[in-house]
């Protein structure tokens, strides 16, 4: 048996799992055994056979199919191309109009009443799991934001096996790299991902499955969308800090099942109201630029940045999540290990300064 390690265990569970060459091996939580069997295996290293072609079953020929009327409907309906002659706040307007339809949002509590044996914690550990497939592959945080608006939309619709939860991770993440990314990774390279837990064909099948109950209506607007909006006025001297530490606090968002209450748009304006508070206490954060942008007053955001805050309080978040991790690291400003504000003046929820 090759050299290995033994992997995180729950009682009757011990496996190895082999030593990945020259990368530093990924965190895995306890957690991850405990919630889903299939979610136990690391992101390891792919093979990619990007010009393979598979033609061996009538199957596989469907789906090639399928995914060709797929990418022709991307070209086509890209949001952001629709609205590029209007002026800034028209394209906010159509944003935020197209973040409260509803095939564009989950349902805040479709664990409560969709799924039959899913907990919070079991969407936590894949969303975390799907951070690091998404540093893996160098994909754009776009690609991550929409795989887990898939993600919820598709559970918000559909009864799905809680066993299964990293092939659907996975198959929204096909269909969203699809969408976003310039030269995505194959389904063989999600396949493999999984340490071969799911074939290349059964990841393939997943995608149109997603696809098909997301009526191919794929794109959304995530927080991602209205974050770089917002970040885009008023270049500051800490600007690219301050860019890295709202992402990092949106993407700790795509971890609590809690946040699906709020709509993108109020998670994007909290996370860059929090992260100015948090590099500049002393100055009111939400500023009459930001407030004309995001058509937000500051008391509009009071419980999602109160909510972002717990958050970013939350020392085991930082210490064992991959986005914890992500966001230590120096190339990122290690913004992740930044002092939280402590105090919230009254006065920076008025509306007076906007």
């Given at each position: 048996?090759a050299?290995?390690?033994?992997?995180?265990t729950?009682?009757?569970?011990?496996?190895?799992i082999?030593?990945?060459?020259k990368?530093?091996?990924v965190?895995i939580s306890s957690?991850?055994v405990?919630?889903?069997?299939s979610?136990?295996?690391?992101v390891?290293?792919?093979?990619r056979?990007?010009?393979?072609?598979?033609k061996?079953?009538?199957?596989?020929?469907?789906?090639e199919t399928?995914i060709?009327?797929?990418c022709?409907?991307?070209?086509c309906?890209d949001?952001q191309?629709?609205?590029?002659d209007?002026?800034?706040?028209d394209?906010?307007?159509?944003?935020?109009?197209?973040?409260l339809?509803?095939?564009?949002?989950p349902?805040a509590?479709f664990?409560?009443?969709?799924?039959?044996d899913?907990t919070?914690?079991?969407?936590?550990?894949?969303v975390?799991?799907l951070?690091e497939?998404?540093?893996?592959?160098k994909?754009s945080?776009?690609?991550l934001?929409?795989?887990v608006?898939?993600l919820?939309?598709f559970?918000?619709?559909?009864s799905?096996?809680?066993s299964?939860?990293q092939l659907?991770g996975?198959?929204c993440?096909?269909?969203?790299s699809k969408?976003?990314?310039i030269?995505?990774?194959?389904?063989?390279?999600?396949?493999d991902?999984?340490?071969?837990?799911?074939?290349?064909l059964?990841?393939s099948k997943?995608e149109?499955?997603v696809?098909?109950?997301?009526?191919?209506?794929?794109?959304?607007?995530t927080p991602?969308t209205?974050?770089s909006r917002?970040?885009?006025?008023k270049k500051?001297k800490?600007?690219?800090?301050l860019?890295?530490l709202?992402d990092?606090?949106?993407?700790?968002s795509?971890?609590?099942?809690?946040?699906l209450?709020?709509p993108a748009?109020?998670i994007?304006?909290?996370?860059?109201?929090?992260?100015?508070?948090?590099?500049?206490?002393?100055?009111?954060p939400?500023?009459?630029?930001?407030h004309l942008?995001s058509n937000y007053k500051?008391?509009?955001?009071r419980?999602c940045?109160?909510?972002?805050?717990?958050?970013q309080?939350?020392?085991?978040?930082?210490?064992?999540t991959a986005?914890g991790?992500?966001?230590?690291q120096?190339?990122?400003?290690s913004?992740s290990?930044?002092?939280?504000?402590?105090?919230?003046?009254?006065?920076y929820?008025?509306?007076?300064q906007?």
């Amino acid at each position: 048996m090759a050299e290995g390690v033994q992997s995180p265990t729950c009682p009757d569970v011990v496996e190895v799992i082999p030593v990945v060459p020259k990368r530093k091996r990924v965190f895995i939580s306890s957690a991850m055994v405990e919630c889903c069997r299939s979610l136990t295996t690391p992101v390891k290293k792919s093979r990619r056979r990007k010009d393979i072609v598979y033609k061996e079953s009538a199957v596989e020929m469907e789906i090639e199919t399928e995914i060709g009327k797929f990418c022709d409907y991307c070209e086509c309906v890209d949001p952001q191309t629709m609205v590029s002659d209007l002026d800034a706040s028209d394209i906010n307007s159509y944003l935020r109009s197209m973040e409260l339809q509803d095939k564009n949002r989950p349902i805040a509590n479709f664990l409560e009443t969709v799924q039959k044996d899913m907990t919070a914690n079991n969407r936590r550990v894949l969303v975390d799991w799907l951070v690091e497939v998404t540093e893996e592959y160098k994909l754009s945080s776009h690609t991550l934001y929409l795989t887990v608006s898939c993600l919820d939309r598709f559970l918000s619709r559909q009864s799905f096996p809680k066993s299964k939860l990293q092939l659907l991770g996975v198959g929204c993440m096909l269909a969203a790299s699809k969408y976003e990314e310039i030269d995505p990774p194959s389904s063989d390279d999600f396949a493999d991902i999984t340490d071969n837990a799911f074939t290349k064909l059964e990841v393939s099948k997943m995608e149109i499955d997603v696809l098909k109950v997301l009526k191919w209506e794929l794109g959304a607007p995530t927080p991602k969308t209205f974050l770089s909006r917002l970040l885009s006025i008023k270049k500051e001297k800490s600007q690219t800090q301050l860019e890295f530490l709202a992402d990092y606090l949106v993407e700790l968002s795509l971890l609590d099942y809690e946040f699906l209450r709020y709509p993108a748009s109020t998670i994007a304006a909290s996370a860059v109201f929090l992260a100015k508070l948090t590099l500049r206490p002393d100055s009111n954060p939400w500023t009459p630029e930001l407030h004309l942008l995001s058509n937000y007053k500051s008391s509009d955001l009071r419980d999602c940045v109160h909510s972002l805050h717990s958050q970013q309080m939350n020392k085991k978040t930082a210490l064992s999540t991959a986005i914890g991790a992500k966001y230590e690291q120096s190339s990122f400003y290690s913004v992740s290990t930044l002092v939280p504000p402590t105090i919230f003046p009254y006065a920076y929820f008025q509306n007076s300064q906007e």
